[in-house]
């Protein structure tokens, strides 16, 4: 757990499962009146084809980086705190790849923490997604 300005935030790139109830709580405060939450979700399909599996790999700065963010997040004078990880490795339908959590004193502040710690981690984490498909097809996505 790190502290930036005043908030927490707690940052993972691991291979074991994600609870966002867990990432919940991790940022709950007696002051937050809000705890936004997301889960990013494997599903079963991906431009009108279906998906079978995923597999993500995380390049060796992937948890700095996801730390970075979290910090930028973090900075925001309303957040109290932040929760985040990303899963790597082989996952199922279903599977929760992202797991992220935000508190602050109101909801429309929480709301839009969250939103930015979502983005910016799609946008910023070198993590990259393999997807196998049911014709046997593969494809990498978000690769450098």
Known sequence: ???????????????????????????????????????????????????????YEGHPTAERILAEVAADIAADPSVYAVAVSHRVGRLEIGDVALAAAVSTAHRAAA???CARLVDEVKARLP???RQVFSDGAEEWVNCP
């Open 127 to 129: 993590i990259w997604k």
């Open 1 to 55: 757990m790190t502290t930036v300005d005043s908030a927490t935030t707690t940052v993972a790139v691991t291979t074991e499962p994600l609870d966002v109830a867990a990432h919940e709580r991790l940022v709950a405060r007696p002051a937050a009146g809000a705890v936004v939450s997301f889960a990013g979700v494997v599903r079963d399909h991906d431009h009108g084809r279906e998906v079978l599996e995923l597999e």
């Open 111 to 113: 709301f839009a923490a």
